[in-house]
């Protein structure tokens, strides 16, 4: 068959289209195996980060002393405490515990949730003048700072009176000025319970025995955290002397916290912070501390020693604390003093990370879309459409070159027809 001029401009003009067009993107094509694509770079896994060990949310309930740990970690101590707890103040990470969440009364331990919730009502230099009011229902025995009717204080004042005295009369006056005693009772309630807190139960807000007030090492443990992230808590609960005034001139106050003053032959804790301690009859003593060494804080909490006088409740919290910077990365932790839905949102540091290709070899090898993605972050918002551009031809170039094709081919059918079978070949 000879072929017309015609033909040969159809033929051409055919293959020029089908030059021009783009080839389509297969994502099929890349995603095969490796081992179907000769020259391409093998697939490979990210390494797996170390695993991240799972605590169990109910192990600080079960009696008994709860510690997890790992080679080389120092032994606990033996405390006389009925419950105690040791944590690392940042994470909130509990590195051992007895009996945690045993319900103890508190004594005056319990003010560290009463500045929790009552710090914020008033600026530390607000003046108030007390009132015989304020001053009344004190609990008989209560410690004192000496407040008197009739005085004006400032709010600072007050707080140190809370803090280094640990004085229910401060408490009284504040708690005042912060809608009376009932209603403090229940906004301690509430915060406890907003901070995770859930053996607590208030009664009266100073810490002073009354039937069914409780708390429990945990609970204290996690009031002491709460207060370090307060710049004014911390500051108060870690002073050791203030002058508390008195009219035209005024005394002197030292902070009954013997491992913060070194007073009473307690050796004075390297770092120590505060927090707070108490003591009634019916409580025994009671001691939250925290102290910092290098780049680490840990909080402890200590509950009605059984043995050693009054002082023990400082010496075994001294050697908890030893115990705990000693045990740095050396056990697993056992609790977490945050609450459980905050812990629970982590995400797990073990989840699989997706296989991933080996970028060895020339940039001309690697993934085209993979690259143009990894441009979109200098390129901006251009080169993030031209890589969806990209993604979506490869699904849908195939069928117009299909079109094309068979439109080209039906027209020089048509045109041989015409051309040749008009003559009735």
Known sequence: MIVTPAVRHVAAGAAALLLALPVPYAPSALAAPAAARPGAPAEVAEPTPPARHVVDPARLGRPGTQVQP????????????????????????????????????????????????????????????????????????????????????????LWNGVFLSSGNDAVHVLAAMNGGWTAMSRKMQEKARALGARDTHVVSPDGYDAPGQVSSAFDLAVFG???????????????????????????????????????????????????????????????????????RTLVVSVMNPQ?????????????????????????RP?????????????????????????QAGPPAARDPLHALAASAGTQGAPARDAARDASASGRTAGLPLALVGSALGAALSLWLWRRFGARGN
């Open 225 to 295: 955290r709460a207060g370090l992230q307060d710049p004014q808590f911390t500051r108060y609960c870690s002073t050791r002397y203030a002058d508390f005034p008195a009219g035209s001139w005024s005394y002197g106050i030292a902070n009954t916290n013997r491992l913060l003053t070194g007073e009473s032959g307690v050796a004075r804790y390297p770092g120590l912070i505060g927090v707070k301690n108490g003591y009634t009859s019916n409580a025994g003593n009671t001691l939250i501390a925290a102290a910092k060494r290098g780049s």
């Open 334 to 358: 056992v609790g977490s003093l945050l609450p459980a839905a905050r812990a629970s949102a982590r995400p797990p540091a073990t989840a699989e990370r997706p296989a991933v290709r080996a």
């Open 307 to 331: 043995g050693g006088g009054g002082l023990a409740v400082y010496e075994e919290a001294r050697e908890l604390l030893d115990w705990g910077f000693a045990a740095g990365g050396k056990v």
């Open 70 to 157: 790992l080679r080389g970690a120092p032994a606990l101590p033996a405390l006389s405490a009925l419950s105690w707890v040791v944590a690392d103040a940042s994470t909130g990470e509990v590195l051992a515990a007895r009996d945690a969440h045993k319900p103890l009364p508190p004594a005056s331990t319990l003010k560290t949730l009463f500045a929790l919730t009552a710090l914020p009502g008033h600026d530390p230099d607000e003046r108030h003048t007390v009132s015989d009011a304020e001053l009344t229902g004190i609990g008989e025995g209560s410690s004192l700072v000496g407040l008197k009717e009739g005085y004006t204080y400032k709010v600072s004042d």
